[in-house]
């Protein structure tokens, strides 16, 4: 049976139709995931999502295809007043999260380093100056989203955020002087890397934009952490490896990159995101005590 957030769009994707199982990957209020399986044995990812969940079939054609970043492929996209549809391949069914071996985590750092190598190549050379400031995030934007969280109900006068807010632009200013644009995932976390015998396939780009900064480096080591045998060392070494960093640029970098994904992360957590993620305010506290953490490292 098809999933009620799909019946409208039953007369415009015929694959809907021809679906003989659906199996519910993820739902949150705004966004529901199946994979789809054919009769004649074929498999698709199919994704519903409304409202800025909608936006995702954007970024990869704008972003992610331009940029022949290693992802699946769309077939379809539909979008109707306030939501949308996005036909994807079925790039495997098991991820980085299902099966933590730190080769696995080694591996998606050396795809990591690769991607953001070949983006930051392509970029000025593929995409137009005006997608390019569509989807860019600069210096004075994470500043600005960093001022809100201090105006925010939640965390408003957080000593840790204050403190930060002294130093971040100075250390904003060098990175975006000194590191060349690129993509950046803003969820490479283990469920998102998919294993292939080729390698790790990042899925979900619904959040990519265009930084200079390394969140998604800090964000795959502290699940290797959490999740893995792979040392901070490992990865680090693994990284460069597929990278032309030299180990001192990538030390400084690293701590800079994480507080730019936690101020990210917790600017849509504060205002929104709790709404849609059921349970995502216990995160919270955790995440501004990381960001706490990297302070210390930046001073």
Same mark, same amino acid.
């Given at each position: 049976m098809i999933p009620a957030c799909f019946s409208e769009y039953r007369s415009k994707i015929l694959v809907l139709n021809e679906a003989a199982e659906w199996s519910l990957l993820r739902k949150w209020t705004l966004s529901e995931v199946y994979r789809i399986k054919l009769a004649g044995g074929e498999s698709r990812i199919i994704k519903w999502g409304s409202s800025e969940m909608a936006e995702e079939a954007g970024i990869y054609r704008d972003l &992610? *295809?331009? /940029? *022949?970043? +290693?992802a699946p492929r769309i077939s379809e996209f539909v979008q109707l007043e306030n939501s949308g549809v996005m036909v994807m391949e079925d790039v495997g069914e098991h991820n980085v999260e299902q099966q933590p071996h730190p080769a696995y985590f080694l591996e998606a750092a050396k795809e990591l380093a690769r991607l953001r190598t070949r983006a930051a190549s392509l /970029?000025?050379?593929t995409l137009s100056p005006e997608t390019v400031e @569509?989807?860019? &995030?600069s210096a004075e934007d994470f500043l600005k989203l960093l001022n809100d969280l201090l105006n925010s109900e939640q965390l408003a006068g957080n000593e840790g955020l204050s403190r930060l807010a002294k130093t971040l632009p100075n250390a904003l200013e060098k990175l975006y002087r000194t590191v060349p644009n690129s993509i950046v995932h803003h969820d490479y976390h @283990? +469920?998102?890397l998919v294993i292939q015998e080729n390698g790790i396939t990042p899925i979900d780009w619904a959040n990519a934009y265009l930084s200079p900064h390394l969140g998604d480096l800090y964000c795959l080591m502290k699940e290797a952490h959490a999740r893995s045998q792979a040392t901070r060392s490992e990865l680090l070494s693994a990284y460069l490896e597929a990278s032309d960093l030299h180990a001192s640029d990538l030390r400084w970098q690293l701590p800079i990159g994480g507080i730019c994904w936690l101020v990210k992360t917790l600017h849509w957590l504060v205002y929104g995101g709790t709404d849609i993620i059921p349970g995502s305010e216990a995160w919270i506290p955790d995440l501004v005590q990381d960001v706490e953490y990297l302070y210390a490292e930046i001073i």
């Open positions: &992610v *295809q331009p /940029l *022949q970043i +290693k /970029l000025e050379r @569509a989807y860019s &995030v @283990a +469920k998102n």
